[in-house]
């Protein structure tokens, strides 16, 4: 893609310094110039014309490529342990489509989450994660399972940080299934099924943090997160009255693709995330697509039934 777009760019700054060059000579043929003498000089002008826009636009497109060296690996303020919660997927106009369960265990810095969602009409979205919290978070693998009407595209996604690895397990609108899986250089802020955990070390105070992302659609790429505060925000639960802190999660594709995805409006929507903060911080609320593409929806606590 990125040669074709070179060489599109290229053919119009071709088309772009003939036409000056052929304006000029014509300038000079009108104002009886020795046209042979100058016609020598103009096609060396030109062709360094050539040479900086084509210098420019290489430039340009270095600047848009993804950057893996700059980081912000999440330092671990509140150490991860045992959690065994409740959630429920709803449409933004309060419908409840799903039901969630989430587990997480530890075991000395090793933390082992597992987050599932059965959805009423049949679907899965199943998260098991993998991470380490000495220091900072630092994703060791993590498995990600779509299946069902309620996706556009039945997915099983593995990803292993230690070798690169990252397999992709699909099935096409004709029902047949493919496998994509390729070693990628991965960089240290992986944060494939660790949103929800960073957002409760990640400091208000900071205008904008960077993580990392593999996203599939279903050809793996790495993208970037920028997690942006947006202020305090109230709830209450029963006569109980908090404030959260809401986080806006926006999607960051890098090279020549974002640019034209926001160019042609294909930007993907951005997640919105509720924390409590304090001492014992808690996810209150997000809403945003569970896949890429897919519409916004809201998770929050679910609230247990009648006995």
Same mark, same amino acid.
């Given at each position: 893609?990125? +040669?074709?777009?070179?060489?599109?760019?290229i053919?119009v700054?071709?088309?772009?310094t003939q036409?000056?060059g052929?304006?000029?000579?014509?300038a000079?043929?009108?104002?009886?110039?020795?046209?042979?003498?100058h =016609?020598?000089?103009?096609e060396?002008?030109?062709?360094?014309?050539? =040479?900086?826009?084509i210098?420019?636009?290489?430039?340009? %497109?270095?600047?848009?490529?993804?950057?893996?060296?700059?980081?912000?690996?999440?330092?671990?303020?509140?150490t991860?342990?045992?959690?065994?919660?409740?959630? @429920?997927?709803r449409?933004l106009?309060g419908k409840?489509?799903?039901?969630g369960?989430?587990?997480q265990?530890?075991?000395?810095?090793? @933390?082992?989450t597992h987050?599932i969602?059965r959805?009423?009409?049949g =679907?899965?979205?199943e998260?098991?994660?993998i991470?380490?919290?000495?220091?900072?978070? +630092?994703?060791?693998?993590?498995?990600?399972?779509? +299946?069902?009407?309620?996706?556009?595209?039945?997915?099983?996604?593995?990803?292993?940080?230690?070798?690169?690895?990252v397999? @992709?397990r699909?099935?096409?609108?004709?029902?047949?299934?493919?496998?994509i899986a390729?070693?990628?250089?991965?960089?240290?802020?992986v944060?494939?099924?660790?949103?929800?955990?960073?957002m409760?070390d990640?400091? $208000?105070? %900071?205008? +904008?943090?960077? %993580?990392?992302?593999?996203a599939?659609? $279903?050809? $793996?790429?790495?993208?970037?997160?920028?997690?942006?505060?947006?202020?305090?925000?109230?709830f209450?639960?029963?006569?109980?009255?908090h404030?959260?802190?809401?986080?806006?999660?926006?999607?960051?594709?890098?090279?020549l693709?974002?640019?034209?995805?926001?160019?042609?409006?294909?930007?993907?929507?951005?997640?919105? @995330?509720? %924390?409590?903060g304090?001492?014992?911080p808690a996810?209150v609320?997000?809403?945003? $697509?569970?896949?890429?593409?897919?519409?916004?929806w809201r998770?929050?606590?679910a609230?247990?039934?009648?006995?």
């Amino acid at each position: 893609m990125y +040669r074709k777009f070179v060489n599109q760019f290229i053919e119009v700054i071709n088309g772009w310094t003939q036409a000056v060059g052929q304006a000029c000579c014509a300038a000079l043929m009108d104002h009886g110039t020795d046209y042979p003498h100058h =016609s020598l000089r103009l096609e060396l002008q030109r062709s360094g014309a050539r =040479s900086r826009l084509i210098a420019i636009l290489l430039a340009c %497109v270095a600047m848009l490529q993804p950057n893996a060296l700059f980081a912000d690996m999440i330092p671990v303020r509140h150490t991860e342990g045992l959690i065994h919660g409740f959630l @429920v997927v709803r449409t933004l106009e309060g419908k409840a489509i799903a039901d969630g369960q989430m587990t997480q265990d530890a075991r000395g810095d090793r @933390v082992t989450t597992h987050l599932i969602f059965r959805f009423k009409d049949g =679907s899965i979205y199943e998260d098991t994660t993998i991470f380490s919290q000495r220091g900072t978070f +630092r994703l060791l693998s993590d498995r990600l399972i779509l +299946r069902g009407p309620s996706f556009k595209q039945p997915m099983d996604t593995s990803i292993n940080t230690s070798t690169g690895q990252v397999k @992709v397990r699909y099935t096409e609108a004709k029902g047949k299934e493919k496998v994509i899986a390729q070693r990628m250089e991965l960089p240290p802020d992986v944060a494939n099924g660790l949103l929800l955990t960073l957002m409760k070390d990640i400091k $208000p105070s %900071v205008p +904008r943090t960077t %993580v990392s992302m593999v996203a599939t659609t $279903p050809k $793996p790429r790495v993208v970037k997160l920028a997690i942006i505060p947006r202020g305090e925000e109230p709830f209450t639960i029963g006569r109980f009255h908090h404030k959260a802190m809401h986080f806006a999660v926006k999607v960051e594709i890098g090279g020549l693709t974002g640019f034209v995805a926001r160019l042609m409006g294909k930007q993907p929507a951005d997640t919105h @995330v509720w %924390v409590l903060g304090g001492e014992a911080p808690a996810f209150v609320k997000a809403e945003g $697509p569970l896949y890429v593409g897919g519409p916004i929806w809201r998770i929050q606590l679910a609230s247990a039934g009648i006995f």
